[in-house]
T-cell receptor
């Protein structure tokens, strides 16, 4: 069964360092998302991406964050200068159809980011 | 701004009992999702509800959607321990899918 894969599963970094989280969405999906979850709490929307550009982003997704689809398979989230409060589980998701078309999100296993 | 509210946020119940989790949302949307999350794990899609009056059932779980009331319910019938998890509802608005805070369900043997 196709699945969304994420790497690394866990990353520890120092405050101020750059981090790149990687995702390989399901191959025929067109819509890609990043969410984060702090300590098993609310799942927070960060950004949606379609047709090689950002569709929507939340207030959390400030200038420190960026996303990229550098090739036909990977979808990355970069945090330029990490802060302590960026420590969270980051989930990538993909969908065959966009949110407006009732697209079901399929989530990866997550990348746990710990900022020291 | 779309707000999604779930209640209760925590539910402890005995095996064999029935209960309902409620999900209210603040703006018009015709699509609602329910996800399950086990501790330390990812989110597993349970139901996608696409229209007013939609009802879907899988095993002991049944979800419904009332778009006029902006309300969805997740009903658990004759709960078993394996259903212990956190359940999230999520509502889409344009290209954002916004999650509620989740309901942590603990089923006692």
């Amino acid at each position: 069964e196709p699945e969304v894969t994420q790497t690394p599963s866990h990353q520890v970094t120092q405050m101020g360092q750059e981090v790149i989280l990687r995702c390989v969405p399901i191959s025929n999906h067109l819509y890609f998302y990043w969410y984060r979850q702090i300590l098993g709490q609310k799942v927070e929307f960060l950004v949606s991406f379609y047709n090689n550009e950002i569709s929507e982003k939340s207030e959390i997704f400030d200038d420190q964050f960026s996303v990229e689809r550098p090739d036909g398979s990977n979808f990355t989230l970069k945090i330029r200068s990490t802060k302590l409060e960026d420590s969270a589980m980051y989930f990538c998701a993909s969908s065959e159809e966009g949110g407006g078309a009732g697209g079901e999100l399929f989530f990866g296993e997550g990348s746990r980011l710990t900022v020291l | 701004e779309l707000k999604v509210e779930q209640n209760p946020l925590f539910l402890s119940m005995q095996e064999g009992k029935n209960y309902t989790i409620y999900c209210n949302y603040s703006t018009t949307s015709d699509r609602l999702y329910w996800y399950r999350q086990d501790p330390g794990k990812s989110l597993e899609s349970l139901f996608v509800l696409l229209s007013n009056g939609a009802v879907k059932q899988e095993g002991r779980l049944m979800a419904s959607l009332d778009t006029k009331a902006r309300l969805s319910t997740l009903h658990i019938t004759a709960a078993v321990h394996d259903l212990s998890a956190t359940y999230f509802c999520a509502v889409d608005k344009d290209d954002k899918i916004i999650f509620g805070k989740g309901t942590r369900l603990h089923i006692l043997p």
